[in-house]
Nanobody, 124 residues
Framework: QVLLVESGGGLVQAGGSLRLSCTGS????????MGWFRQAPGKEREFVAA????????YYADSVKGRFTISRGNAKNTVYLQMNSLKPEDTAVYYC?????????????????WGQGTQVTVSS
């Protein structure tokens, strides 16, 4: 069974930074595009960032562009989300997900595997 495990969440003041990690096991990590999503209380899960299998292409939600950076280390089976200039509205549970490689942007329903999530709380 494929396993994705997120880490790095926590409580941070507005303007601060966090780095999330997601490590995969029981899958050939370099064969998958990876994405980060988040869900705040009472809201739907929303796309945050994605990276293709090789790391050559990235996508960002407008709300995080210029503040968040997604990257991956296939040798470590890990995808990262560097989050800078955090805002209270970034507070959510953050999930990583894996999808088969695609030349186009993928929606949440097209991701095959999901992690359990890590809580990020940004205080004002």
């Amino acid at each position: 069974q494929v396993l994705l495990v997120e880490s790095g969440g926590g409580l941070v003041q507005a303007g601060g930074s966090l780095r999330l990690s997601c490590t995969g096991s029981r899958l050939t990590f370099s064969n998958y595009d990876m994405g980060w999503f988040r869900q705040a209380p009472g809201k739907e899960r929303e796309f945050v960032a994605a990276i293709n299998w090789s790391g050559s292409s990235t996508y960002y939600a407008d709300s995080v562009k210029g503040r968040f950076t997604i990257s991956r280390g296939n040798a470590k089976n890990t995808v990262y989300l560097q989050m800078n200039s955090l805002k209270p509205e970034d507070t959510a549970v953050y999930y990583c997900a894996a999808a088969p490689p695609s030349p186009r942007f993928l929606g949440p329903s097209e991701y095959d595997y999901w992690g359990q999530g890590t809580q990020v709380t940004v205080s004002s």
